[in-house]
């Protein structure tokens, strides 16, 4: 097989897109009924909230069937009915989405389904269920809190919450079009028929034809905007990119407005280099086997890169950091599987106003993930400089025994100003989330907001705080920390050895400054008793003795520890990982509000005691801002601009508000849940 550069595809046509008008805050009913068969008949409707009610007959003891009413011998406890169903996570503007939940009810109840949370540009069939329709250009982002309900009228059972992306589309020109195919024998043709893989037939369509490329994908020329530049695998063929050498094997350098989308890249030198680089999108690609031992190069390279987007792609094996965004801002990366790194599955470093959104993490080899400033990383010197990076939704599932070095955390991290929430860490060897303070790279760990998070089943601690160096303002709201039992695989420490191990430990805290604990929830299955928050200085030595319980920390530090609480969290599968809470749950509006109004006012300008917590979408194309709510309302508005040095909220519709009245994200009944998940309330 001759091997032959991949050429550039030029592409020229241009973005266009329907922009849905807001829908208001009407809920609209359709329902049917049948007999054991199913109903024709449908409806649909754009609002918050749209209920779908279906009656189902069933058999008597005759064989005939019976609508109105059934007579039986026997009274029997109701049971609940089910719901299943896996829903599509990610969409494509101007893509058709469909999706059907299956419900049936063992007792043959009539059955009311309900769902909540629906895009605007979404819609329901009665008969059939089905949530179906076809975003636009301006739905892209991500439409979070979408659930399925089904009811019996004793028992409602719901699927998980879901969130459905909207991807902008890879862009596809209607100028002219080239096939990549290294299966041809000439060297270029004007006649290709993609049929039969041969010059003599003709054809408009673009894509790059299966086969092993040993070269690198060097694109040339850039696209603008609206207009991309774009290089895929045509269908669903393979097209894989090798070569050992090849270092990196896709270099976007110096380019803007390019699509790299579908290849398998693997046992190559480096992934993917993002140099120079600004608003491109790779998305749906597989990269394995990244052989350089170059730290931050290794795997997918950001430098001074800003507004690119790595969507849906997958990452495993990498010789060092699987992912870096070192020196760059307004980037997104969302829906990625990263698995094993030798380092690092992912950084951020000197970098600000980035997002990691709903992605896996797995690492057999070391860490999960750090954040933390430059110290001559890529020639690079920047201090107290990695700021505002939102880091959401993501599943960091495990990470791999240090032995006698420092614990491999699921974030090493040494920011500032950032936010972390609605993340789920679990089966961690070392902490959940470590404040890092070492060396001159993570000397400032400072006004971090970090709530609404699951840290569970950890071999150390859910959260550790070290000494040293710049702590402060960092905050701590309605997480849950529990599952954790403390294992001393490094045992170079005396108390490790013979103190701590065993001990439940979910707070390991090293420093008595620089941190607030307001309203998190300590999951233990014994009442309130000492080590579920440990006091120990750096020197892996007991700071008190005897350790302390939540109660004596909430009475005897309030400047640090308020309102926190030790109670099991009833989640909805704690051995299968599902950190959704059942309905009864303690942690249902059992948060506390994330800040609060500064002064009584209206319209669209609010100010608020502490804007740290909020998210406007940093720019990012097809970012939305946070949708909040305040205390005691039912209205949401979308955050438009968030100003952190005022405490200003912009926001997309008018407000009234009282002085002090709470403000959150959006939140179900009266006051926002405790953990990743908001339940319907």
């Known amino acids: 097989m001759n091997n032959r550069n991949l050429l550039l595809l030029l592409l ?75 829903p599509p996570s990610r969409i494509e503007e101007n893509s058709s989405y469909s999706f059907t939940s299956a419900a049936s009810d063992p007792d043959g109840d009539p059955l009311t389904f309900s769902v909540s949370g629906l895009p605007a ?11 179906s329709g076809s975003p636009h250009a301006g739905d892209l982002g991500h439409h979070s809190g979408i659930r399925v309900h089904v009811s ?97 094997a896709i270099d976007l350098t110096d380019r803007e407005y390019v699509v790299i989308q579908g290849f398998n890249v693997d046992k190559v030198g480096r992934w993917l280099y993002f140099l120079e680089a600004h608003n491109n999108i790779v998305r749906d690609n597989h990269f394995s086997q990244a052989y350089d031992s170059a730290g931050s190069k290794a795997g997918i390279f950001f430098f001074h890169a800003s507004h690119n987007r790595f969507i849906n792609n997958t990452l495993e094996d990498n010789e060092d950091d699987a992912l870096s965004l070192v020196d ?70 495990y990470t791999a025994n240090s032995g006698n070095k420092s614990p491999f955390s699921g974030i090493q991290y040494g920011g500032q100003d950032g936010i972390i929430r609605h993340n789920r860490f679990h089966d961690t060897t070392g902490p959940a989330l470590r404040l890092a303070l070492y060396g001159t790279e993570a000397n400032h760990v400072t006004g971090n907001r970090v709530y609404q998070n699951v840290m569970h089943s950890s071999d150390f601690a859910g959260v550790w705080i070290q000494p040293k160096h710049s702590v402060s303002d960092n905050i701590f709201k309605n997480n849950i920390l529990g599952g954790s039992s403390f294992v001393n695989n490094d045992n170079r420490w005396s108390w490790w050895n013979n103190e701590l191990k065993g001990e439940p430990v979910q707070l390991y805290l090293s420093r008595d400054s620089g941190y607030l604990f307001d309203t998190n929830a300590f999951a233990h299955a014994n009442p309130d008793q000492p080590y579920l928050i440990t006091y120990g ?13 939540v109660a004596w920390w909430n009475s005897n530090e309030p400047g640090k520890f308020r309102n926190n609480m030790v109670a099991q969290p009833a989640f909805v599968d704690d051995g299968g990982r599902d950190f959704h809470l059942k309905a009864g749950s303690p942690m249902i509006d059992a948060g506390t509000f994330l800040t609060r109004t500064a002064s009584a006012g209206s319209g669209t ?30 209205t949401t508005a979308t955050i438009l601009a968030v100003d952190y040095a005022s405490n200003t909220l912009t926001l997309d519709r008018s407000l009234s508000w009282s002085s002090g009245q709470g403000v959150s994200l959006k939140y179900n009944g009266n006051a926002p849940d405790i953990g990743a998940f908001e339940s319907e309330g």
């Open 12 to 86: 020229s046509t241009s973005l266009s897109g329907l922009l849905l008008s807001a829908c208001d805050d009407s809920s609209t009913v359709v329902s049917s009924t049948t007999a054991n068969t199913s109903s024709s008949s449908s409806g649909s409707s754009s609002g918050s909230s749209i209920a779908i009610s279906t009656t189902t007959g069933f058999t008597s003891d005759t064989g005939s069937s019976d609508l109105g009413s059934t007579t039986t011998s026997t009274t029997t406890a109701n049971r609940a009915p089910e719901i299943s169903g896996t």
């Open 121 to 131: 540009w979404a819609r329901f069939d009665a008969a059939t269920g089905t949530i």
């Open 152 to 248: 019996d009228g004793t028992h409602q059972v719901s699927l998980p919450a879901f969130e459905i992306t909207v991807d902008q589309a890879a862009v596809i020109a209607t100028g002219n079009r080239l096939f990549v195919d290294n299966q041809i024998s000439s060297s270029s043709c004007n006649d290709y028929a993609p049929e039969s893989r041969s010059c003599g037939g003709g054809s408009d369509t673009v894509y790059v034809r299966e086969g092993r490329f040993k070269e690198q994908l060097k694109v040339r020329n850039s696209g603008t905007e609206g207009n991309f530049v774009t290089f895929r695998n045509y269908q669903s063929e393979t097209v894989t990119i090798t070569g050992a050498t090849l270092a990196p």
């Open 328 to 397: 760059s801002e307004r980037n997104l990366v969302e829906g990625n599987s990263i698995i094993n790194a030798f380092h690092s599955l992912w950084d951020i470093r000197c970098g600000n106003y980035n997002v990691l959104r709903n992605n896996y993490f797995y690492n057999e080899r070391q860490k999960d993930g750090e954040v933390y400033d430059c110290d001559g990383q890529v020639k690079t010197y920047k201090y107290n400089a990695t700021k505002r990076n939102l880091i959401e939704g993501n599943e960091f599932d």
């Open 537 to 549: 200085n750096g020197f892996r030595e007991s700071g008190i003795d005897p350790q302390r319980s």
């Open 605 to 634: 300008t609010m100010r608020v005691t502490d804007a740290a917590y909020f998210y406007d979408g940093f720019g990012i194309p097809g970012e939305r801002g946070d949708e909040i709510q305040l205390e005691g309302e039912s």
